[in-house]
């Protein structure tokens, strides 16, 4: 047994289920409040889809974009729709649908408007913008699926939980 007196050594430290006696366990999971409230339903389905808050969340996304974006462009970067792209899934799983619906025709046309040459004007599209145009938009019909499969989950686990 270790006395109160001696230091732990990084030995002494093992995972959880794996301590002999004279050990002390650790644990990977949070032990604070924010690990127990963040695991919780509530936590991810407490911003309703169709609210001010599930579009002050895509905005608030979508201005965290666009920021991004704009210093990919100072650093020559031409991925245009590189950084939406998890914006739009944070908004899927925060807001819901309705809210990563509107950040996805946004970042369109932001993108159209503001990095696609030339610059902040509505031009025809190439061919290959077309593609790329759609490839998104494909590609956020998915994340905005997962993101309703995760909500719809979380809402038949707090249904579950509460029978």
Not at 86 to 94: K, R, V
């Amino acid at each position: 047994m270790m006395n109160t007196d001696e230091k732990l050594r990084p030995a002494d430290l093992v995972p959880m289920g794996l301590a002999r006696p004279g050990q002390y366990a650790i644990s990977s999971t949070p032990a604070g409040a924010l690990g127990e409230k963040v695991a919780k339903p509530e936590y991810w389905l407490r911003v309703k889809p169709w609210s001010l808050s599930a579009l002050l969340v895509a905005v608030a996304a979508l201005v965290a974009a666009v920021a991004m974006r704009v210093v990919l462009a100072e650093l020559g970067m031409s991925l245009y729709f590189a950084t939406f792209l998890p914006a739009i899934l944070i908004t899927a799983l925060l807001a819901g649908v309705p809210a990563a619906a509107f950040t996805t025709l946004s970042s369109v046309v932001i993108v159209w408007w503001a990095f696609i040459p030339p610059a902040f004007e509505f031009a025809p599209l190439t061919r290959g913008e077309l593609h790329a145009i759609t490839l998104f938009v494909l590609s956020t019909a998915l994340l905005i699926w997962f993101g309703h499969l995760f909500r719809t989950g979380l809402r038949m686990r707090k249904q579950g939980a509460a029978a």
